[in-house]
């Protein structure tokens, strides 16, 4: 790291007088350095959600709340601020790949990540990417990808953001971010920490949530600099912490605790031809938790994972409507800790995507991908989406695609249990999708088809008298799933709607019953106004009824409501108060069985932009 | 504690005393309670699940019922049920997570008291009219286990012992309270409490990670270890036999005697030898079963399959002069162990 920030150093005060020359075909390469491209460009028949800044910045703190507001992403938090599994279309947390500008960061340990040890305010946007994305986006990428993209503005500016909250629950945060874009240079840097005892009372009961104070703090610096007409240089680096204690439920207690540290580094240089662009990225995951069964002894367990990855991309247009990708990436991953033997895997993978678009009405884009990993066998896997545009607002899109997810070191090497001859679950599904676009409206509707075999699950050995993972169960998902957004403007008053809603039927194969905790439906309602510079919002979430081991869960309604006002002074400086009611109608809920959430809570935030 | 609760210790020992007469008279007894005449199937459900319950199946197996507890006192029973200890007409239901105990009526199942207090506690047993709770403290620190100490007649914790690294399976002979310590290879020693005295009275050395207990006809008490089956003299505490399971047993559990024999459950098969054995059979007698627990009496099997622990596991009975399955029922997540009331 230190010698990555040495490097930038030295380029940065070799090259000012060099960059003012640049600066007009930086506007050129604006959309080039907006990472993770692939993305938006080669997954038309792909339905994709993207939340923008203002909705990031209206939510609390804490990315679970964001995206199960604001997406049909289903998650199973285990009391509030603790463990928090998305689930797209009723498949697994594991099955859930998140992109971190570009870069799958699944943990290498169990498969998943934990959105309640994710940073919720240092991301330009968040990118819900719905379907099967093994062939771009790896292992794990089954039900969707969630992409979380820090982006640069090479426009002269220079702003900061100073941010102070307090809530309910003794919840404080903090956030600095600053921005700024001078010549060939732009960047950013922000720090957020937030803090709360989360000790809530859990209604209709003398309880409170006890054991379920957390605190993270993530520190986030990305760089971009444009150091030839031909040539862009960006780096991303985050360091997030957490130390959270794991709450209690109704009935069984609990003093443990769980320490968190991530490591995200990743340089990338860009260089852009007439007809060929190329990208050569070097990244390093650092993952690392610390397992206190009790915070009142030291003693803890621990799992450390370390992946070092460079990664390729060269497109080649062979004209505007024919372009060829070819991806390589090679990773070596070691993994440390005290339930295993200190694992090590090599991973290579290639990856083809041919783009093409006929007419200006008709794209479709043919995708394969073939995983070279040590200690399995990795399927070959392919995608093919179509989006044909038949009348002005009305575009249909439709995809197919073979994804897989790889065993972790959990499942493999963990001692004793571990399973060296485990093989990648596999998926194939099918999406067809319905758009219709509108000046003020939106609307997207999406039914899709899910096949999964070969899942990891963990079963009791009764040979060998303890646990281990075997390529057990199968499943089929199916549904549907709309998304509508509104935008009315009448003079200064401008309404805003969103809404999605997903019905989503699942089946264990060999146990013919549907998977535990996937809500048949799920619908959330966001609807905010604003007047001048007075914004009023209201968000509802109907999560139904899920299947739990041997019981249900009751389904629940939520709703949030959140006022902001913003104060401009002659200069640069803007005062904006936000205040937020979370559970308005303080509603008792519980998204996993008998550990239930916040009853109603309050939040004011203070924020300074200059 | 409540009126309620008074009434129904009042009533308990009311219970007693008819019980106690109505074995002398001829005549036909007043029923003690719903679950009177039949066995309990204990689930310790999932852990952190709460889903901790309590089956009950008459002796006959016309009539089953699960979630006896919550049915009976409309509230849940809680999280990883332990062990069943009974004694006079209550059972003490030991809630390894939830750090309580649940002190019920044995054949009504109507609640009388909850002890609370606990720290990981496993298993009880009664001596002199107080009850040994074995306390695990925090997994990993090997200096926080002990006994609790209950009286009963308060339900309250009296006292602690110290005890050595992960006690676990108590047993209760005249005076003393012998206590397995080290599950999971952690350990290899019986703690040996003098209940008189509630004092630490002697340390037994024995085979790793002790398992199970049984007193066999003459009274000497057989520990099952991870290697071995050792008998105690439990008037000396000399260790006057040592029997090596042998290479291919492993992951032995669930001593039970029955009829001059013991049974034994490892690695998917049941293992029977005469109280007279001096070597461990090589042959099973049972096999390509998958028990998660295991109980003997009067010549049959009680075996429960907790399957993939998220599915309703079974209870199934064996006919040992046959060794054939003789019943199956369904019943409910991760059923645990058998109790005969």
Same mark, same amino acid.
């Given at each position: 790291?230190?010698?990555?920030?040495?490097?930038?150093?030295?380029?940065?005060?070799?090259?000012?007088?060099?960059?003012?020359?640049?600066?007009?075909?930086?506007?050129?390469?604006?959309?080039?350095?907006?990472?993770?491209?692939?993305?938006?460009?080669?997954?038309?028949?792909?339905?994709?959600?993207?939340?923008?800044?203002?909705?990031?910045?209206?939510?609390?703190?804490?990315?679970?709340?964001?995206?199960?507001?604001?997406?049909?992403?289903?998650?199973?938090?285990?009391?509030?601020?603790?463990?928090?599994?998305?689930?797209?279309?009723?498949?697994?947390?594991?099955?859930?790949?998140?992109?971190?500008?570009?870069? =799958?960061?699944?943990?290498?340990?169990?498969?998943?990540?934990?959105?309640?040890?994710?940073?919720?305010?240092?991301?330009?946007?968040?990118?819900?990417?719905?379907?099967?994305?093994?062939?771009?986006? %790896?292992?794990?990428?089954?039900? %969707?990808?969630?992409?979380?993209?820090?982006?640069?503005?090479?426009?002269?500016?220079?702003?900061?953001?100073?941010?102070?909250?307090?809530?309910?629950?003794?919840?404080?945060?903090?956030?600095?971010?600053?921005?700024? %874009?001078?010549?060939?240079?732009?960047?950013?840097?922000?720090?957020?920490?937030?803090?709360?005892?989360?000790?809530?009372?859990?209604?209709?009961?003398?309880?409170?949530?006890?054991?379920?104070?957390?605190? =993270?703090?993530?520190?986030?610096?990305?760089?971009?600099?444009?150091?030839?007409?031909?040539?862009?240089?960006?780096?991303?680096?985050?360091?997030?912490?957490?130390?959270?204690?794991?709450?209690?439920?109704?009935?069984?207690?609990?003093?443990?605790?769980? @320490?968190?540290?991530?490591?995200?580094?990743?340089?990338?240089?860009?260089?852009?031809?007439?007809?060929?662009?190329?990208?050569?990225?070097?990244?390093?995951?650092?993952?690392?938790?610390?397992?206190?069964?009790?915070?009142?002894?030291?003693?803890?367990?621990?799992?450390?994972?370390?992946?070092?990855?460079?990664?390729?991309?060269?497109?080649?247009?062979?004209?505007?409507?024919?372009?060829?990708?070819?991806?390589?990436?090679?990773?070596?991953?070691?993994?440390?800790?005290?339930?295993?033997?200190?694992?090590?895997?090599?991973?290579?993978?290639?990856?083809?995507?041919?783009?093409?678009?006929?007419?200006?009405?008709?794209?479709?884009?043919?995708?394969?991908?073939?995983?070279?990993?040590?200690?399995?066998?990795?399927?070959?896997?392919?995608?093919?989406?179509?989006?044909?545009?038949?009348?002005?607002?009305?575009?249909?899109?439709?995809?197919?695609?073979?994804?897989?997810?790889?065993?972790?070191?959990?499942?493999?090497?963990?001692?004793?249990?571990?399973?060296?001859?485990?093989?990648? @679950?596999?998926?194939?599904?099918?999406?067809?999708?319905?758009?219709?676009?509108?000046?003020?409206?939106?609307?997207?509707?999406?039914?899709?088809?899910?096949?999964?075999?070969?899942?990891?699950?963990?079963?009791?050995?009764?040979?060998? %008298?303890?646990?281990?993972?075997?390529?057990?169960?199968?499943?089929?998902?199916?549904?549907?799933?709309?998304?509508?957004?509104?935008?009315?403007?009448?003079?200064?008053?401008?309404?805003?709607?969103?809404?999605?809603?997903?019905?989503?039927?699942?089946?264990? !194969?060999?146990?013919?019953?549907?998977?535990?905790?996937?809500?048949?439906?799920?619908?959330?309602?966001?609807?905010?106004?604003?007047?001048?510079?007075?914004?009023?919002?209201?968000?509802?979430?109907?999560?139904?009824?899920?299947?739990?081991?041997?019981?249900?869960?009751?389904?629940?309604?939520?709703?949030?409501?959140?006022?902001?006002?913003?104060?401009?002074?002659?200069?640069?400086?803007?005062? !904006?108060?936000?205040?937020?009611?979370?559970?308005?109608?303080?509603?008792?809920?519980?998204?996993?069985?008998?550990?239930?959430?916040?009853?109603?809570?309050? =939040?004011?935030?203070?924020?300074?932009?200059? | 504690?409540? #009126?309620?609760?008074?009434?129904?210790?009042?009533?308990?020992?009311?219970?007693?005393?008819?019980?106690?007469?109505?074995?002398?008279?001829?005549?036909?007894?007043?029923?003690?309670?719903?679950?009177?005449?039949?066995?309990?199937?204990?689930?310790?459900?999932?852990?952190?699940? *709460?889903?901790?319950?309590?089956?009950? #199946?008459?002796?006959?197996?016309?009539?089953?019922?699960?979630?006896?507890?919550?049915?009976?006192?409309?509230?849940?029973?809680?999280?990883?049920?332990?062990?069943?200890? +009974?004694?006079?007409?209550?059972?003490?239901?030991?809630?390894?997570?939830?750090?309580?105990?649940?002190?019920?009526?044995?054949?009504?199942?109507?609640?009388?008291?909850?002890?609370?207090?606990?720290?990981?506690?496993?298993?009880?047993?009664?001596?002199?009219?107080?009850?040994?709770?074995?306390?695990? *403290?925090? +997994?990993?620190?090997?200096?926080?286990?002990?006994?609790?100490?209950?009286?009963?007649?308060?339900?309250?914790?009296?006292? $602690?012992?110290?005890?050595?690294?992960?006690?676990?399976?108590? #047993?209760?002979? *005249?005076?003393?309270?012998?206590?397995?310590?080290?599950?999971?290879?952690?350990?290899?020693?019986?703690?040996?409490?003098?209940?008189?005295?509630?004092?630490?009275?002697?340390? #037994? $050395?024995?085979?790793?990670?002790?398992?199970?207990?049984?007193?066999?006809?003459?009274?000497?008490?057989?520990?099952?270890?991870?290697?071995?089956?050792?008998?105690?003299?439990?008037?000396?505490?000399?260790?006057?036999?040592?029997?090596?399971?042998?290479?291919?047993?492993?992951?032995?559990?669930?001593?039970?005697?029955?009829?001059?024999?013991?049974?034994?459950?490892?690695?998917?098969?049941?293992?029977?030898?005469?109280?007279?054995?001096?070597?461990?059979?090589?042959?099973?007698?049972?096999?390509?079963?998958?028990?998660?627990?295991?109980?003997?009496?009067? *010549? +049959?099997?009680?075996?429960?399959?907790?399957?993939?622990?998220?599915?309703?596991?079974?209870?199934?009975?064996?006919?040992?002069?046959?060794?054939?399955?003789?019943?199956? +029922?369904?019943?409910?997540?991760?059923?645990?162990?058998?109790?005969?009331?």
């Amino acid at each position: 790291m230190k010698q990555i920030t040495l490097f930038f150093l030295s380029l940065l005060f070799g090259s000012i007088v060099q960059a003012q020359t640049l600066i007009d075909s930086i506007q050129q390469l604006d959309e080039v350095v907006l990472s993770d491209v692939k993305l938006k460009r080669y997954a038309n028949g792909y339905k994709l959600t993207i939340l923008s800044d203002s909705i990031l910045r209206k939510n609390n703190t804490s990315l679970t709340d964001v995206l199960r507001f604001n997406s049909n992403i289903y998650f199973k938090e285990s009391g509030f601020g603790m463990v928090s599994s998305p689930s797209f279309r009723g498949t697994n947390a594991s099955q859930t790949a998140v992109i971190w500008n570009g870069i =799958n960061i699944n943990s290498q340990l169990n498969g998943q990540v934990d959105f309640n040890i994710m940073s919720s305010s240092n991301y330009n946007t968040i990118s819900i990417r719905s379907g099967g994305g093994s062939v771009q986006y %790896g292992s794990g990428a089954i039900g %969707g990808s969630i992409h979380l993209s820090n982006d640069f503005d090479f426009k002269k500016h220079f702003n900061h953001t100073v941010q102070l909250g307090y809530g309910s629950f003794n919840t404080k945060n903090i956030n600095y971010k600053t921005s700024f %874009g001078h010549g060939a240079w732009s960047g950013n840097f922000g720090v957020a920490y937030v803090d709360s005892e989360n000790d809530y009372k859990f209604l209709g009961t003398d309880k409170r949530n006890e054991n379920g104070a957390f605190n =993270n703090l993530d520190i986030n610096l990305n760089l971009g600099f444009v150091f030839s007409t031909k040539d862009v240089l960006k780096l991303h680096h985050q360091n997030f912490r957490s130390d959270r204690e794991f709450s209690s439920t109704l009935l069984a207690s609990s003093n443990s605790k769980y @320490e968190s540290e991530d490591y995200r580094s990743m340089v990338e240089w860009i260089h852009i031809e007439d007809n060929y662009t190329s990208s050569l990225k070097a990244v390093h995951l650092q993952e690392q938790f610390k397992y206190f069964e009790s915070k009142f002894f030291d003693d803890f367990s621990k799992g450390q994972a370390n992946t070092w990855m460079l990664k390729y991309h060269y497109k080649r247009e062979f004209s505007k409507r024919l372009k060829l990708n070819l991806i390589a990436d090679y990773s070596y991953i070691t993994g440390e800790g005290n339930s295993f033997n200190d694992p090590k895997r090599n991973a290579f993978s290639a990856t083809v995507v041919l783009s093409h678009r006929p007419t200006a009405k008709l794209q479709y884009n043919l995708n394969a991908r073939k995983d070279v990993i040590s200690d399995f066998e990795s399927p070959l896997v392919f995608s093919g989406d179509v989006s044909y545009q038949f009348f002005k607002p009305y575009t249909l899109k439709f995809n197919a695609s073979k994804n897989f997810r790889v065993p972790t070191f959990n499942d493999l090497y963990w001692n004793p249990g571990g399973n060296l001859d485990l093989k990648p @679950e596999e998926s194939y599904q099918l999406d067809l999708g319905h758009e219709l676009r509108f000046k003020n409206m939106d609307f997207k509707l999406n039914t899709f088809y899910i096949e999964t075999s070969d899942l990891i699950q963990w079963r009791p050995n009764a040979i060998l %008298g303890y646990w281990s993972p075997v390529n057990i169960a199968s499943a089929k998902h199916y549904g549907f799933e709309t998304e509508l957004g509104v935008t009315q403007q009448i003079k200064k008053h401008t309404l805003f709607l969103t809404t999605s809603y997903s019905y989503t039927k699942t089946e264990d !194969i060999e146990k013919q019953q549907p998977l535990f905790y996937v809500p048949v439906h799920k619908t959330n309602v966001s609807l905010s106004y604003t007047y001048k510079t007075f914004t009023a919002f209201y968000q509802h979430l109907y999560n139904g009824e899920v299947d739990i081991i041997g019981n249900t869960l009751d389904g629940f309604d939520v709703g949030n409501l959140g006022l902001s006002y913003t104060i401009k002074t002659k200069n640069k400086m803007r005062y !904006i108060t936000d205040f937020r009611i979370n559970n308005i109608y303080n509603s008792y809920y519980e998204n996993v069985a008998l550990r239930p959430m916040p009853n109603r809570n309050f =939040n004011i935030k203070l924020t300074l932009k200059f | 504690m409540t #009126i309620k609760k008074l009434y129904l210790i009042v009533l308990s020992i009311a219970f007693i005393f008819t019980s106690c007469s109505s074995d002398d008279d001829a005549g036909t007894p007043e029923p003690l309670g719903n679950y009177e005449n039949g066995i309990f199937v204990l689930h310790e459900g999932n852990f952190f699940g *709460g889903n901790a319950s309590v089956s009950y #199946i008459s002796n006959d197996f016309q009539t089953v019922e699960n979630n006896v507890f919550s049915s009976v006192n409309l509230t849940s029973l809680g999280d990883t049920a332990q062990s069943i200890t +009974f004694n006079g007409n209550l059972a003490y239901i030991i809630l390894n997570v939830s750090n309580t105990i649940e002190v019920v009526n044995r054949y009504t199942f109507e609640s009388v008291a909850t002890i609370t207090g606990f720290s990981s506690p496993r298993y009880m047993a009664i001596s002199n009219g107080k009850g040994y709770v074995s306390n695990w *403290g925090e +997994f990993t620190p090997s200096d926080d286990d002990y006994i609790a100490i209950i009286d009963l007649s308060t339900y309250s914790i009296i006292d $602690t012992i110290s005890s050595s690294y992960l006690p676990n399976e108590v #047993i209760a002979v *005249g005076d003393k309270v012998y206590v397995a310590t080290g599950i999971y290879g952690n350990g290899n020693e019986l703690n040996v409490i003098n209940t008189q005295t509630d004092e630490l009275e002697d340390n #037994i $050395t024995v085979g790793n990670s002790p398992d199970s207990f049984q007193l066999d006809s003459d009274g000497d008490l057989w520990v099952l270890s991870s290697e071995n089956l050792i008998e105690i003299d439990t008037d000396t505490d000399l260790i006057s036999q040592t029997i090596s399971l042998g290479a291919a047993i492993s992951s032995a559990s669930d001593l039970n005697f029955d009829n001059g024999n013991f049974y034994i459950y490892a690695g998917g098969s049941v293992y029977k030898m005469a109280e007279t054995a001096t070597t461990f059979p090589t042959a099973s007698e049972i096999s390509g079963v998958n028990f998660y627990g295991m109980s003997v009496r009067d *010549g +049959f099997l009680y075996g429960l399959d907790a399957g993939d622990f998220a599915s309703n596991g079974e209870l199934k009975v064996y006919d040992l002069s046959t060794n054939s399955q003789s019943q199956l +029922f369904t019943l409910n997540i991760i059923p645990s162990a058998v109790y005969f009331n």
